[in-house]
């Protein structure tokens, strides 16, 4: 009897690190990819807004198609008109920020100081998280902030070649993408909402394509037709946009069979591999002592802070089966009793 349950759960570990080295390959991937195309000595694209538009659109008809017409996944039920104008329209904008400001950095600065500067995110995410109440200031909090703050601050220092509009712009995707963050725990946390990523993709998605393609009609469109870009090989952006959705369904794939801090874990493993892998591949990208040291101190910062998290969840866990507990015998005694 041992045996087969000891091969289904060799199986499953397998299975486990495979989704997670797909979405760890994905994702250092896809940063590459945009990098390539947004740049003006490779593919020349220079339209960040306009690519990501396109990720969004093609993102919406792939949901579209998968759910509706193939009907391969399904959607989770429970969205209201409310639910959706109060929640996943802020999400749908914030999404859209992070992808257009993340990708309009690349223009400026090296995909590693790029990365090294979203180590910045926890300290974001815990500063709103505690102005919408959802974190509780503390000591040990303060101090894990401190220490990725300083962190990313020493990497800044060793920069070499460094952008301020370029910083500007990927800190601007930090803070969209900290407040993307935080409208989900309030969907979850406050409204009781609970969606699959491809249900959130499902819904989220043509709200950011709108969000988007708004400002791409003042902002990109002119120099498009200007300089004659819209045929500029479509084969490699529709395979940027396929790469794209692969990587959400990679990340529903490692949710599904771990869980949301497993994925923040691997984006930390993420991280590391696309700074060193960027110092091989772009001649923009030259990484010192300083680069690196103050990286290694925010990514101890960052790895406390998911420590931190993890506590956190396990406690909330250990309350909620408590709590179901001791709600089983009052019920059975309030059934015997009538």
Not at 95 to 104: D, E, I, S
């Amino acid at each position: 009897m041992a045996d087969p349950v000891k091969k289904n759960m060799l199986k499953e570990e397998i299975i486990t690190y495979a989704y997670l080295i797909l979405y760890i390959a994905l994702s250092s991937g896809q940063i590459f990819f945009n990098k390539w195309v947004l740049s003006s000595k490779e593919i020349n694209f220079p339209y960040p807004l306009g690519l990501t538009l396109l990720h969004m659109v093609f993102s919406s008809v792939l949901c579209f198609l998968l759910t509706k017409v193939f009907k391969i996944l399904k959607v989770e039920e429970g969205m209201t008109l409310e639910i959706y104008t109060t929640s996943v329209i802020p999400i749908g904008a914030m999404f859209a920020m992070t992808l257009w400001l993340g990708n309009t950095a690349y223009l400026h600065i090296s995909v590693a100081f790029a990365q090294m500067l979203k180590a910045i995110m926890p300290v974001a995410v815990f500063i709103l998280g505690v102005a919408a109440g959802l974190e509780v200031m503390s000591c040990r909090m303060l101090l894990i902030m401190s220490v990725i703050s300083f962190g990313v601050l020493v990497a800044s220092y060793g920069e070499i070649n460094i952008s301020w509009i370029g910083v500007v712009y990927q800190m601007g995707g930090v803070v969209g993408e900290s407040l993307r963050l935080i409208f989900m725990e309030i969907l979850v946390k406050r409204k009781g909402l609970k969606l699959n990523p491809i249900s959130i993709m499902y819904y989220v998605s043509p709200c950011s394509a709108l969000c988007l393609f708004i400002p791409w009609i003042f902002l990109e469109k002119p120099k498009m037709d200007a300089h004659g870009m819209w045929n500029l090989h479509p084969v490699v952006l529709t395979l940027n946009s396929l790469c794209t959705f692969a990587l959400n369904l990679s990340v529903f794939l490692v949710i599904s069979h771990t869980s949301a801090l497993t994925i923040r874990v691997a984006g930390v493993v993420k991280d590391w591999v696309v700074v060193l892998v960027s110092a091989l591949l772009f001649a923009d990208t030259k990484l010192t002592v300083i680069n690196l040291f103050g990286y290694g101190i925010a990514i101890a910062g960052v790895a406390a802070y998911n420590n931190h998290k993890l506590k956190r969840e396990a406690i909330r866990n250990i309350s909620d089966d408590s709590q179901a507990a001791l709600t089983i015998p009052t019920a059975t005694s309030s059934n015997l009793n009538r």
